[in-house]
T-cell receptor, first 110, second 112 residues
Framework: QQQVKQSPQSLIVQKGGISIINCAYENTAFDYFPWYQQFPGKGPALLIAIRPDVSEKKEGRFTISFNKSAKQFSLHIMDSQPGDSATYFCAARSSEKLVFGKGMKLTVNP | EAGVTQSPTHLIKTRGQQATLRCSPISGHTSVYWYQQALGLGLQFLLWYDEGEERNRGNFPPRFSGRQFPNYSSELNVNALELEDSALYLC???????????FGDGTRLSIL
């Protein structure tokens, strides 16, 4: 019940394309859903986050869509750039503990 | 503003030894979290400290322990090291509870 399932495991898109990462969860006690971006040799950096009472949040080229009834949320990266090439993790929080998806490696070709 | 800082960057130990990893949170942050990022296992929650007290613990054996000091910095101790303890250990901090967690770049622990 503590799992967060993330898909796909990897994605290759062309510059200017849209990258979409999906996550699903079971635990209804999760109260906060952040996305992190991690470059090789670095720690995860907080990208954007949403609470379950909001269905969508947009910050620049990044948008989170949240479907509470389906227990699913997704990250859309618009106008993907080569600098976006990184590993992306979705997460869900319960009692201050973050439960992470397995991550998705994004490659944006120039 | 300085981010979360961790030391050392790399640590090499042998089986059975003990390791100590250190973390300095972002200035003003009182909560510190430890996570393990192991190959194939992803990011897993280890420990949460707030105001000097251990508040929550993940599914790890008791040989993983830590503490938080009065200045809110923290250290993670791993006793009786095993080969499977090889991983990147990440520290995160937040301004009080229910706030976003910000990560450091981690300590790479290698067990030979």
């Amino acid at each position: 019940q503590q799992q967060v399932k993330q898909s796909p495991q990897s994605l290759i898109v062309q510059k200017g394309g849209i990258s979409i990462i999906n996550c699903a969860y079971e635990n209804t006690a999760f109260d906060y859903f952040p996305w992190y971006q991690q470059f090789p040799g670095k720690g995860p950096a907080l990208l954007i986050a949403i609470r379950p009472d909001v269905s969508e949040k947009k910050e620049g080229r990044f948008t989170i869509s949240f479907n509470k009834s389906a227990k699913q949320f997704s990250l859309h990266i618009m106008d993907s750039q080569p600098g976006d090439s990184a590993t992306y993790f979705c997460a869900a929080r319960s009692s201050e503990k973050l439960v992470f998806g397995k991550g998705m490696k994004l490659t944006v070709n120039p | 503003e300085a981010g979360v800082t961790q030391s050392p960057t790399h640590l090499i130990k042998t089986r059975g030894q003990q390791a100590t990893l250190r973390c300095s949170p972002i200035s003003g942050h009182t909560s510190v979290y430890w996570y393990q990022q192991a190959l194939g296992l992803g990011l897993q929650f280890l420990l949460w400290y707030d105001e000097g007290e251990e508040r929550n613990r993940g599914n790890f054996p008791p040989r993983f322990s830590g503490r938080q000091f009065p200045n809110y910095s923290s250290e993670l101790n791993v006793n009786a090291l095993e080969l499977e303890d090889s991983a990147l250990y990440l520290c995160a901090s937040s301004f009080r509870t229910q706030q976003p967690q910000h990560f450091g770049d981690g300590t790479r622990l290698s067990i030979l």
